[in-house]
């Protein structure tokens, strides 16, 4: 079953003096509970891709379907909310609300979603428990280690059962041993909650995990190759 | 969830919001402060002018007051008695004799208005005889064959019955009041010599003291120096019903002292039927009906009453037989509101400079939560209530200050004697007692509410046009 559906997707940044096709002409499908990896070189165009999946940024030309819905003909404010419902985002720089403890921060999108107490509370605790985080509840992220904050925020991510989550270079700023842990709960979740996952990467560890390898490059999809 | 997000991002930078929040506090008590100070001035000048002076309602005959004519009497008395009682709220009356004549001492005389009054009435109506100076004698209590006039201390120090003089019960007066050693010392020069007059004395103590000391300490010193013989004869001469010059000598029974220096000058009270006797005034005639009610709000409805009751008659309450103190009240409601939005308006500024710096540092949480899924409304709310508990947490600990503050000085006063002689020529005390009421306080926190509100709207909005993916990217 389709997730999403990328159709001659063109997105060019008009600069005063030069025009960037940061993505051109880019057409691909995404399937139900996909673990899939966007790599190339900086500049290929793979943050861009991924802003127009999250519907963060609306293609120049072509056509984006996340089940069936074309991004380009939301409002603002539905676009928001689609996104909120539809779509989990985990960032390179972690970005937990800092206020609030890991517990939280989990609950932050199943509390805009005004989910009962009860039902957030239990998912985020099945979550801080999927992480490994289930005695760090009640910290603040600034008492959590770089590799710690990211599984909080792929459990937030998971927290209202998105269609699927966009991973923007997840570990570029962990260390080895925190990096693998958290590619291997995400690949267990991946699996336990048929969730895609869709990242953007440059690294090696990630890629080798990966079920599938998108490789862009000026923009352009050069390969893709599924490798289970 | 928006509000406890939005209260812990006021704590995030703790020195930053306690600073606004102080400044916040400092601001507002200033502001409540200053206009407890000057609110109570003029309620104070009120109440002294209805309490001492006017009381609620007065019933005159039509011609007395701009001819002042003796035979300007009200002629039923007592069915203007009869009407008054019925009034909204009226608790009691009394009439009043009141003449223009001349009081005179050996070598002083001045123009006075001498009220015949019931004493005992006059008691239930007034508290003038609880402006009594102790020992100066009672509020013509006292049976003597003379007749006998309640006089101001102004108008005693006009007619020369007030002395001064430095004797050692003075310089020890003085000495318990914490007048300074070398001030006392000063003083000694001026020992054994009697004044006769408040201009005499007070040119001879500015040339023994330096004229800091004498600003300082001259009330105090005046006080100690004042003496005043009990039983001190003035003479009162004015026109009697049959148009005769008449003359009388009284004895001063006691002194009275007020805030109003144009009132202690100008008014003698004398027993009703002392002057009656005097004036060939006949029994159950007055020029005058003065009415006390429960309660001062209720000033309107009894004199709309009565002005319909008594259309012969010309029927006053208090703002209109001195329309200045109630042209002031007003004014001052309107200085309080433009004090207060100044004051509001510079601590909104404020307000918006720390909120706009806490919104230009969480550029990336603000794209973060935009591209998570918080909605434009909800990201204002957030930012608003962050203001908004900013300015309240302020104001109300302000407030709370001033409350404080207000309760501690309502209770023993400010001094302002120093000033005395200025601010009592104008009918104010030099006492001032802060007062403010509920309704201030009330007005006040909304008003906190709304600056914070309002302060909140250009860093909202900027938070608002934030691109997510551009947030994203900051540093």
Known sequence: ?228 | MIPEIAWKNVWRNKSRSLIVITAVTIGVFAGVFTIAVMNSSVVQRIDAAVNEELSHIQVNNKEFRSSSDIKSLIPDYDKVVTDMMKAPGMQDLTGRIIIRGIASTAGRSTGVEINGINAAKEKQIFTLHEKLIPGTGDFLDTETKYNKAFIGEKLAKELNIIRYSITEESLKKLKDEKLPGEISTKLIALKGERFTSDKKFSRAVEAVLLPGEYRKYIYLIKEAAWSYRPGSKIILSFIDINNNQTEAAFRVSGIFRTNNDMFEAMSVFVPEEELRQLTGIPENSYHRVIGRLKDNSLSEAASAYLKKELPGYEVMQWKEIQPDLAMLADMMQQIYGIFMGIILAALSFGIVNTMLMSVLERTREIGMLSAIGMNRNRIFSMIMLESVFLSLTGGLSGMLVSGIVIAATSKNGINLVQYSEGLEAFGYSAYLFPTIDAPFFIMTTILIVFTGILSSVYPARKALKLNPIEALRKE
Not at chain 1, 29 to 37: C, L, N, Q
Not at chain 1, 42 to 65: A, C, E, Q, V
Not at chain 1, 204 to 216: Q, S
């Open chain 1, 1 to 228: 079953m389709k997730v999403i559906e990328i159709t001659d997707v063109y997105k060019i940044y008009n600069s005063s003096e030069i025009k960037v096709n940061a993505v051109n002409g880019v057409s691909l499908d995404f399937e139900e509970a996909e673990f899939a990896a966007i790599v190339g070189p900086s500049g290929s165009g793979k943050t861009t891709l991924l802003n127009l999946l999250g519907g963060l940024d609306l293609p120049t030309s072509g056509k984006i379907l996340i089940d069936g819905t074309d991004l380009s003909l939301l409002k603002s404010s539905q676009l928001i909310d689609f996104r909120m419902r539809n779509i989990g985002f985990v960032f390179q720089a972690y970005n937990l609300i800092p206020v609030l403890t890991a517990r939280e921060n989990i609950e932050f999108i199943m509390n805009l979603q005004k989910m009962s107490k009860a039902s957030r509370e239990e998912r985020s605790f099945e979550l801080l428990k999927a992480v490994g985080l289930d005695d760090r509840a009640g910290s603040r992220p600034s008492k959590l280690s770089g590799g710690q904050q990211q599984r909080i925020a792929v459990a937030r991510a998971l927290a209202s059962k998105p269609r699927f989550v966009l991973a923007d270079e997840p570990t570029a700023n962990l260390d080895s041993k925190s990096a693998s842990t958290l590619l291997e709960i995400m690949e267990k979740l991946n699996h336990e909650e048929k969730i895609t996952f869709i990242f953007s990467t440059h690294d090696p560890r990630v890629v080798k995990m990966a079920h599938r390898i998108i490789t862009l490059e000026d923009g352009k999809v050069v390969s893709d190759v599924r490798t289970e």
